[in-house]
């Protein structure tokens, strides 16, 4: 194994992607077992990998259309799937919610999840190896992560009760990921 060849598998900046991977994984399963805060921190600890995963690849010239698509699987576990499953559960335990209101909230989440994975494959179809963008087009999958972390602080924090109003804005921002917004990378 050699951290700083391209063409390996666990280099450097692929093996902070596999840490992402990691964190997103272990946060569903806090999730599931209704421990918020630990899957936050991990959530906060995945996004933290996704953020030097890309700035080792570009130092170290690491930059291979496996590691675009690796870093692609990561964001969807991490910034898809399991902001969804934090947000589901969580309007389930801190408000009463009916069964049609799981249901709606279910299938909302289903469309997020699917919005999610269009736009990085869309993103994954536009982008060069080695190359960052100036702007993103429409809201990058860890904002939208961001965006359901606040609808869950709102949830929590009983700000907003309704599952119905949450599916509402669940909906606002799956539509944003794959919209004409232009969002400045960083």
């Known amino acids: 194994m050699n951290l700083f060849d391209k063409d390996d598998r666990f280099n450097i900046a692929n093996l902070v992607t596999y840490m992402n991977i990691t964190a997103g994984v272990m ?8 421990d918020f805060f630990t899957a936050i921190v991990l959530a906060w600890i995945g996004g933290a990998c996704d ?4 700035k080792l690849a570009r130092k170290y010239k690491l930059s291979t259309e496996f ?6 699987f990561a ?30 909230l279910g299938l909302v989440f289903i469309w997020y999840i699917i919005n999610g994975l269009r736009r990085l ?7 060069d190896v080695g190359e960052a963008l100036k702007y993103f087009e429409g809201v990058p999958t860890p904002l939208g992560a961001i965006l359901l ?37 960083p």
């Open 149 to 185: 972390w606040v609808l869950y602080l709102f949830t929590a924090y009983g700000i907003i009760t309704s599952g119905y109003i949450i599916a509402l804005l669940v909906m606002v921002v799956a539509w944003s990921l794959n919209s004409t917004l232009k969002i400045p990378h």
């Open 121 to 127: 494959v869309e993103f994954n179809l536009k982008v």
């Open 27 to 34: 946060a569903i399963y806090f999730i599931v077992k209704g």
């Open 51 to 54: 953020i030097m995963d890309g």
């Open 75 to 104: 964001d969807f576990l991490s910034f898809v799937v399991m902001p969804t499953f934090l947000l589901f559960y969580a309007v389930k335990q801190y408000s009463a919610i009916s069964w049609l209101e799981e249901l709606v």
């Open 67 to 72: 590691g675009i698509q690796l870093d692609s």
